[in-house]
């Protein structure tokens, strides 16, 4: 906890896959004014440059949450933040991805797996049996199931996500109600 918090937005449903539980009720639905950054060569070139720098000005510690909107969009750009985290052991990242299946997803699953303490990804509202961290939506706190935290920053038991880290500090699955 305490760590500086930079995020990073891509353009959803762009780099989403058309399986997302939240196609059609998209948190960006309701964010016309966020910054949305196009998902490519451009983006990846910029990120190994600005990482580097803001380890510079960070060297305890950084977390960049991915993705605030969008999603990993291709194997090699899930190796660019595999090769991001080897070089830069002061870069802590978390987010959530909706990729459960596939090329993308394997690649996602072994980098988590493999690097948790600096690369806590989520598999929002993954199949039952997927072994990974998972996050489930629901509509009201009294349907968290009993394997489930609520997230502390939706009702207002800590201040921001960068007061609480649970969702990168445990691997139990996180509720999120329902935006």
């Given at each position: 906890?305490?760590?500086?918090?930079?995020?990073?937005?891509?353009?959803?449903?762009?780099?989403?896959?058309?399986?997302?539980?939240?196609?059609?009720?998209?948190?960006?639905?309701?964010?016309?004014?966020?910054?949305?950054?196009?998902?490519?060569?451009d983006?990846?070139?910029?990120?190994?440059?600005?990482?580097?720098?803001?380890?510079?000005?960070?060297?305890?510690?950084?977390?960049?949450?991915?993705?605030?909107?969008?999603?990993?969009?291709?194997?090699?750009?899930?190796?660019?933040?595999?090769?991001?985290?080897?070089?830069?052991?002061?870069?802590?990242?978390?987010?959530?991805?909706?990729?459960?299946?596939?090329?993308?997803?394997?690649?996602l699953?072994?980098?988590?797996?493999?690097?948790?303490?600096?690369?806590?990804?989520?598999?929002?509202?993954?199949?039952?049996?997927?072994?990974?961290?998972?996050?489930?939506?629901?509509?009201?706190?009294?349907?968290?199931?009993?394997?489930a935290?609520?997230?502390?920053?939706?009702?207002?038991?800590?201040e921001?996500?960068?007061?609480?880290?649970i969702?990168?500090?445990?691997?139990?699955?996180?509720?999120?109600?329902?935006?």
């Amino acid at each position: 906890t305490g760590f500086p918090v930079y995020t990073l937005t891509l353009e959803e449903r762009a780099t989403c896959p058309t399986s997302c539980h939240h196609w059609r009720s998209c948190f960006g639905n309701k964010m016309q004014y966020a910054d949305r950054v196009a998902a490519g060569a451009d983006l990846e070139w910029r990120l190994v440059r600005e990482i580097a720098l803001l380890e510079a000005y960070h060297p305890d510690g950084f977390a960049v949450r991915l993705h605030v909107l969008g999603d990993f969009y291709s194997v090699e750009y899930v190796g660019l933040w595999r090769g991001l985290l080897e070089r830069h052991p002061a870069l802590h990242v978390w987010g959530y991805t909706a990729r459960f299946d596939g090329p993308i997803a394997a690649a996602l699953l072994d980098l988590a797996e493999r690097e948790w303490n600096h690369f806590a990804m989520r598999f929002s509202n993954a199949p039952a049996g997927l072994d990974a961290s998972a996050t489930i939506s629901v509509e009201h706190p009294l349907q968290v199931p009993d394997d489930a935290i609520l997230c502390p920053e939706q009702v207002g038991k800590t201040e921001s996500c960068s007061t609480c880290a649970i969702c990168w500090q445990t691997k139990r699955r996180i509720a999120f109600i329902q935006h």
